[in-house]
């Protein structure tokens, strides 16, 4: 399960994004930040909300070079007619992936086997393909996309600023640590 520091998996997948249906690889990704925002099926209760807040922080993460690519089992078909009959999921501008093969939720160890659904599972990948952050929530939490991005700035400031750390809640201009034999004990 645990994914830090691995590889993203090959896919190729069909998306609606801006009101086209795309493809989407593994390889088209790579090259600029990217989140991978798994969530368990269209037409359901708290992805939408979760949908939404990330659609709402989407110029932000657009702004920081991130690109958002919301996942979950079902066809791009699926995701059009959401994105046409939902106000919150109509805001959306960033590419749904549809994974109706399930092999990208697995390739994220993210698949719930027995409902053939994501869990809620967000990845954080550098330019790379390299998964950065992983996070995975129970089905009835929903997640935060503010704190997504604060935790993408941090990761880009550790990439930018090699031997520096960010601490705990760390935001954008504040101090960070140089960890060193002189700050053991110290903090």
Known sequence: MAQIGKTIPEFKAQAFHNGEFT??????VKGKWGIFLFYPADFTF????E???MANQYEELQ??????YA??????F????????SDAIGKIKFPMLGDQTGAITRGFDVMIEED???????FL????????????HAGGIGRSAKDMVRKVKAAQYVRDNDGEVCPAAWEQGEATLTPSLDLVGKI
Do not use: F, N, Y
């Not at 493809?23 to 088209?28: F, K, M, P, Q």
């Not at 699926?78 to 009959?85: P, Q, V």
């Open 23 to 28: 493809e989407v690889t593994s390889e088209s």
């Open 46 to 49: 708290v992805c939408p909300t």
């Open 51 to 53: 949908l939404e807040d």
């Open 63 to 68: 702004g920081l070079g991130v690109e958002v």
């Open 71 to 76: 996942v979950s089992t079902d066809t791009h």
């Open 78 to 85: 699926s995701h059009k007619a959401w994105h046409d009959s």
């Open 116 to 122: 053939h659904m994501a869990h809620r599972g967000t």
């Open 125 to 136: 990948v550098d330019p790379d393909g390299v998964i950065q952050v992983a996070e995975i």
